[in-house]
């Protein structure tokens, strides 16, 4: 659970709750463990053991028989369903409420409204100093910021979040053309949510994350802070999952509380009623098309779409965007965020296709945490991050065609 704090000095303690996990703000060096730990697709240390005692060419040849069979295994493509995507929105939980965020305003003449679920504001975690780093230092110094200012609100007193600071620093970026105009973002809805019970991103950190949408010119009416429920660090249900106040795999509780419903109310205005079994299709979809060129995204092969039938034959259906949040993609927890979240209730009524992307573990990022740190590059706040390019490719495929 806590392998990452071997690469980031940061105690297991501090580890083990949310994508990144954390208990507390303690910081302490530590040595790797003597284990076969995972170091990427197919490979490990235990195969680097293997390579030794055989032979790089008995190596080489184990390592491309499993990447030959996992091809093999390939899902079908995104189908193009001439979705449409100018009324596309976007949700997240956790590192997935960051994701949201960082979607919606690098694409906001797209993007119409969003859900930010226990996360904090836009680029809170990028320290003052990234920019002067390269390679991976940059992404180490930011965590240490994430957990302990825009999770724990630790360092409240030395005045992070800053809130003043993260709007200016958004201006600059949509001034130098590297996010979208942030006057597209001015009509966009934004519903916000924090737990009593969440002490892994903590109530004031969302809150302040109500308080940079003010700043950038939201006007209120248009913003909502559900902040009066019991939850623990979680997406919320009516009648699905853990218990409300539980923090724990899958992420999802049953707090008698409809979000999905209650996220593309505040969004679209009022819907349909949601259908009591969906009555479309879950497809797994193949997400290596979209990160073609992109050697550090962060992400797995396969993704989830929900179809409902009237999208993958006549209707002109929009699109929302839901973003897992840290041990929450389907290699940690399997698919019951997707399923149980209620989306696609709501989505069979109201002609949506609902998008679950998926970030994938590794050995820097064990629990499949979305990239609100920097660790696919610098450029991971802007349209030319990775893991936001490779997803907005998948909404305009949506919205081309049908063949």
């Known amino acids: 659970m806590c392998r990452f704090a071997r690469y980031c000095h940061v105690s297991c303690l501090d580890y083990d709750r949310f994508g990144l996990g954390v208990r507390s703000a ?18 490990s240390t235990l195969d680097i053991r293997t390579a030794a005692k055989y032979g790089v060419f008995a190596f ?8 030959a069979a996992r091809a093999e295994e390939a899902a079908a493509p995104l189908p193009s369903l001439a979705a449409n995507t100018t009324e596309t929105s976007v949700s997240g939980i956790s590192s997935g409420a960051y994701m949201a965020g960082q979607f919606q305003i690098a694409h906001s003449k797209t993007v119409v409204g969003a859900a930010i679920i226990a996360g904090g504001p836009y680029g809170c975690a990028e320290s003052a100093f990234s920019d002067m ?4 230092g940059a992404a180490f110094l930011n965590l240490s910021k994430a957990i302990n200012g825009c999770m724990l609100n630790a ?35 934004v519903y916000l949510f924090s737990g009593s019970n969440d002490r892994t991103v903590v109530p004031a950190i969302v809150a302040a994350a109500y308080e940079f949408y003010k700043r950038l010119g939201i006007p209120e009416n248009q913003l909502t802070y559900v902040s009066n429920l019991p939850a623990g660090h979680a997406f919320v249900t009516a009648d699905l999952g853990l218990a409300c106040e539980s923090t724990g795999k899958p992420y999802v509780v049953d707090c008698d509380y409809d979000q999905a419903g209650d996220v593309l109310k505040h969004v679209y205005g009022d819907l349909v009623p949601r259908v009591a079994t969906p009555a479309g299709t879950f497809i797994e979809f193949d997400q290596r098309p979209f990160l073609a060129g992109k050697s550090n995204h962060g992400m797995e092969d396969r993704g989830v779409a929900y179809i409902p039938k009237s999208c993958a034959t006549t209707t002109a259906c929009r699109v929302h965007i839901a973003f897992h949040g840290c041990a929450q993609n389907r290699e940690n927890t399997g698919e019951q965020f997707i399923r149980d979240s ?8 109201n002609a949506f296709i609902v998008l679950f992307p998926q970030a994938a573990s590794s050995p820097v990022n064990p629990q499949g945490c979305w990239d609100w740190w920097g660790y696919t590059g610098h450029d991971y706040l802007t349209r030319d991050a990775p893991q936001i390019d490779a997803v907005y ?3 305009e495929h949506l919205g081309r065609p049908r063949p």
């Open 26 to 43: 303690r910081v302490e060096p530590r040595r790797p463990a003597p284990t076969h730990r995972k170091l990427g697709p197919m490979v």
């Open 60 to 67: 080489l040849a184990i390592v491309f028989a499993g990447n």
């Open 133 to 136: 780093m390269l390679g991976p």
């Open 155 to 189: 360092l409240a007193l030395w005045g992070v979040p800053d809130v003043p600071a993260l709007a200016e620093k958004t201006r600059k970026l949509a001034a130098s053309g590297r996010i979208d105009p942030l006057e597209n973002l001015l009509d966009d809805r």
């Open 342 to 349: 209620g989306y696609a209730n709501w989505a069979d009524s």
């Open 393 to 395: 490719k998948m909404l």
